[in-house]
């Protein structure tokens, strides 16, 4: 061996090893970066896989046949500055394609095709000088003596690192400067092997000896179609294992993250143990059995995990990640080491007869795996679902990997049929009471769907209320009453705004019974747009009893939000932005500067109004100030209005209608019970009385782009933070609540009668915000004594009379102990709050067990037309 290829070696390994940090890097940056351009994330990341894949195999396979007089190091050199080139090109190119993108009015189908397409061109090339790479590193160490499974195994490592690199580039630096940063790395190692180039001189030699392993000689394309076949299965399992345990432990950047790690590092560590298997006769038999077993295995594992999961307490976001981490290494680890050992193994099996066999085998397995990523992506999650691919993969391993083996056709089949028995009672997805056994643990699914974009549950508690969820996650979208109520303020707030609406545009339709609330106000266009197909066909199907059959009435448009407003040219007089998850992977691109800037070209520009609803327990102080610096960024006019604990940013094209036109406008409807409707019983001065103020002016500071991220990384830690707080945000939000007269005067309100109505109502929001702070904080006494001072303030705010009838039906049990009677004290409630649910099931009860029949029947009545799904 050559003396100074030996004491360089090393080094070449471990620059290999960055390179693997670099490849995924690139990977995962430019997979989110293509996410956002086309709006659909789970096709561009589909579509990103497929592409390198595709890349690394053609590379791989080019680079074999290579009959080199270079030396290969300096190749690489040449390649990895070529990749890092790209790497700063690529900017540019995202944006040239999204702009010829956009140009077309495509259908979400051809939509999902073009953005492939445009996928496998823009990543084919840097992945294919990748992929080049793997090929020459094996001929510049074919003197030395590191093994295949060495090289490989510490490629994947590094790829483990640069899986984990952008959780902290993009939320520091951005997404530009983080891959400018990347690239700047590629360039270093491209000047580390042109100097190792002028070091080192690397002679190509064929490999030791091959030993007898005990598997039968086959052809090369047999192996080639075999090994590819493994590729796909792999791919197969980590994008239905990346939407499964993405979904149980909560689809964050953190998470997505941690899982492609894992997946990486069985991988890596496999690949460094293949040499320990070498001289097992029966490794092929053994790796497929074990990993396809297991890959089903990990599926019964599923409701353990999910009760893990909903148990489960951390002190921080790391303590959970590494906690989590540690379980999918758990359940994906004999797999995936199965699948790390393979190259190495199958690579020393056939180095006799295929001269660098390694790198064509790599070659073939990564073709494979991009096919398997397609078919994995847009075919068998969406027809089949996410189980029943991973039984699929699981299968197609087995019977990929046995094609090397000489056992008895029996004794395979036996296995096989074991196989098939293991995956056949896990082969559909759980049910919800399964995969939250505490929060829903008694409920039952009425539906089910699942497309890859997400999956859809419309489940049944036990009292017969309905809640939709999209991948686990509840989407504010409940049948019970004050849900209802509350999800209808959502369109009355910005409707009652404009003051004359004639189209309204909700981003984001659920269950549709946000937009139910605009079923009251006359003459109004209706259009919403959402990209689940489950949640469109709950809100058609599963609540209408709830939400008035609203979709009858709606055009509701199956598409991404954020391409829908690209390509749509019709303006709106008022477009409303739903509340959603914004922690979630993708989603707070919907609270960026780019996605408020082009819900700003679809307002009607004299006097258009757009309202973004943001739940509170959702954000931090920081993160909040964020959102709404980016959203003053915009709307410079912009306001503020709380309703409950939901926050509502209002945005103005042009002016806003002054009070005296909004009061116009309720009084020009001619049917009082229409007008109680629209304003939900609370009559407009409540309304103006939830006014905030504008927009604070927050300085300079951290803005949300999709480029330069934020809150998707900020909000997850706050689930674990212990020194987040409801009431700080409650104080931060007072901190800049306007006098009452300087709000009167912002709102255009003049006249002592219309001041004193204002007053009032101002007054309550105010002193029951607070009365929630003392809650929040422990102080029960205080919150009672201002919650009833702010109903004496506005008896008509309905988070005003709720809470005070909520603490009265709280105390029943204590004022029957002091002598009330119970059917007197429940009146009492009734009269705070006509609706209260819980109020009216009491009397209704104690009426059928006094024998008042008739009585009975009219509460029973009232409970109905209040709650119709609820269950006697």
Not at 265 to 279: E, F, P, T
Not at 284 to 305: C, K, M
Not at 394 to 399: D, E, G, M, Q, S
Request: a positive charge; one cysteine or more; proline letters at 3%.
């Amino acid at each position: 061996m050559n003396k100074v290829m030996r004491r360089w070696s090393g080094v070449v390994v471990a620059l290999y090893c960055v390179s693997g940090v670099t490849a995924l890097a690139y990977q995962v940056l430019w997979a989110r970066m293509l996410a956002l351009q086309f709006g659909v994330s789970i096709f561009g990341i589909v579509a990103t896989v497929a592409a390198f894949m595709l890349g690394l195999g053609a590379g791989s396979l080019i680079g074999a046949r290579w009959r080199l007089s270079w030396q290969p190091l300096f190749l690489l050199a040449l390649l990895e500055a070529g990749v890092a080139l790209f790497a700063i090109a690529i900017p540019f190119l995202f944006d040239l394609s999204g702009g010829l993108l956009r140009a077309g009015d495509l259908s979400l189908k051809t939509w999902y095709v073009y953005e492939f397409i445009a996928a496998l061109i823009l990543l084919m090339l840097p992945a294919t000088l990748l992929g080049m790479g793997f090929p020459l590193i094996l001929r510049a160490l074919s003197n030395s003596r590191i093994s295949l499974g060495t090289i490989y195994g510490v490629n994947a490592l590094g790829g483990v690192v640069g899986a984990l690199i952008p959780l902290a580039l993009l939320p520091s630096v951005g997404w530009l400067a983080a891959n400018y940063s990347i690239a700047a790395l590629g360039f270093f190692l491209a000047v580390s092997f042109l100097v190792l180039s002028r070091r080192v001189e690397c002679h190509v030699h064929c490999s030791d000896v091959v030993k007898n392993t005990g598997v039968r000689q086959v052809s090369h394309w047999g192996s080639y179609l075999a090994y590819a076949g493994v590729g796909a299965a792999a791919l197969m399992l980590e994008i239905a294992w990346t939407r499964l345990f993405g979904m149980i432990l909560l689809r964050t950047e953190y998470v997505l993250a941690v899982i492609l790690a894992m997946f990486l590092l069985g991988i890596g560590v496999g690949s460094l143990l293949a040499k320990r298997l070498l001289l097992l006769r029966n490794t092929l038999v053994i790796l497929p059995v074990f990993a396809s077993l297991f890959a089903v295995l990990s599926l019964w594992a599923i409701p353990w995990l999910a009760d893990w999961v909903e148990s489960s307490q951390y002190a921080s976001l790391t303590t959970a990640l590494l906690s989590q981490g540690v379980v999918i290494v758990l359940l994906t680890a004999p797999v995936t080491l199965a699948l790390g050992m393979w190259l190495p193994v199958l690579s020393r099996h056939l180095e006799n007869t295929m001269p660098l066999a390694g790198a064509k085998l790599y070659g073939v397995n990564s073709l494979g795996a991009a096919l398997g990523a397609c078919l994995a992506g847009f075919v068998m999650i969406p027809l089949l679902g996410t189980t029943l691919t991973i039984c699929v993969a699981a299968v197609l391993l087995f019977t990929a990997g046995m094609y090397w083996v000489t056992a008895p056709r029996i004794r395979l089949i036996g296995l096989l049929l074991l196989l098939l028995l293991l995956a056949f009672p896990v082969a559909m997805l759980p049910q919800v009471n399964v995969l939250l056994p505490h929060s829903l643990g008694a409920s039952r699914d009425l539906y089910f769907y699942e497309d890859a974009v997400s999956i859809s549950h419309v489940v049944e508690r036990q009292d017969g209320q309905r809640l939709l969820l999209g991948d686990l996650q509840r989407m504010d979208a409940s049948s019970e009453p004050s849900a209802v109520v509350a999800q209808q303020n959502q369109a009355r707030l910005p409707l009652l705004l404009h003051g004359n609406p004639r189209s309204v545009l909700f981003l984001g339709v659920g269950t549709g019974i946000s937009a139910s609330g605009s079923l009251p106000f006359p003459g109004l266009e209706r259009v919403g747009v959402e990209l689940s197909a489950g949640a469109i066909h709950a809100a058609k199907y599963w609540f209408t009893q709830v939400n008035d059959d609203v979709s009858s009435q709606m055009r509701v448009v199956r598409d991404d939000v954020r391409r829908f407003l690209q390509r749509d040219a019709k303006n709106y007089d008022v477009i409303i932005g739903d509340l959603f998850h914004p922690d979630l992977v993708g989603r707070s691109a919907l609270l960026s500067v780019e996605q408020f800037q082009r819900v700003r070209a679809r307002l009607t520009p004299e006097n258009g109004l757009y309202v973004q609803w943001l739940a509170l327990n959702q954000f931090d102080v920081a993160s909040l100030q964020v959102v709404l610096r980016t959203f003053r960024h915009v709307f410079p006019k912009g306001e503020l209005f709380l309703d409950g604990f939901r926050l509502a940013l209002v945005g103005y094209a042009g002016q806003r209608s002054a009070t005296a036109k909004l009061l116009h406008y309720l009084e020009g409807v001619n049917e009082a019970q229409k007008r109680q409707a629209m304003t939900g019983g609370e009559g407009l001065w409540t309304w103006l009385g939830r006014y905030y103020g504008p927009l604070p002016d927050l300085g300079s500071g951290a803005m949300q782009m999709e480029r330069s991220p934020y809150i998707e990384y900020r909000l997850p830690k706050i689930r674990f933070s212990e020194d987040y707080s409801l009431a700080s945000l409650l104080l931060f939000l007072l901190d800049y609540r306007p006098s009452v007269a300087i709000a009167a005067v912002k709102l255009g309100i003049s006249g002592d009668a219309e001041f004193e109505q204002f007053e009032r109502a101002y007054a309550a929001v105010g002193l029951v915000t607070k009365s929630w702070i003392a809650a929040v904080q422990g102080d029960n006494q205080a919150a009672e004594r201002l919650v009833r001072f702010a109903y004496s303030a506005n008896e008509k705010d309905r988070w005003v009379g709720f809470d005070l009838a909520d603490r009265m039906y709280a105390s029943v049990s204590q004022a029957v102990a002091a002598g009330y009677q119970r059917d007197v004290v429940l009146q009492q409630i009734l009269k705070i709050r006509a609706d209260h649910e819980g109020a009216i099931k009491e009397l209704w009860q104690l009426a059928e067990r006094a024998g008042d029949h008739e009585q009975a029947v009219k509460y029973r009545a009232r409970l109905k037309q209040l709650s119709p799904l609820a269950k006697e």
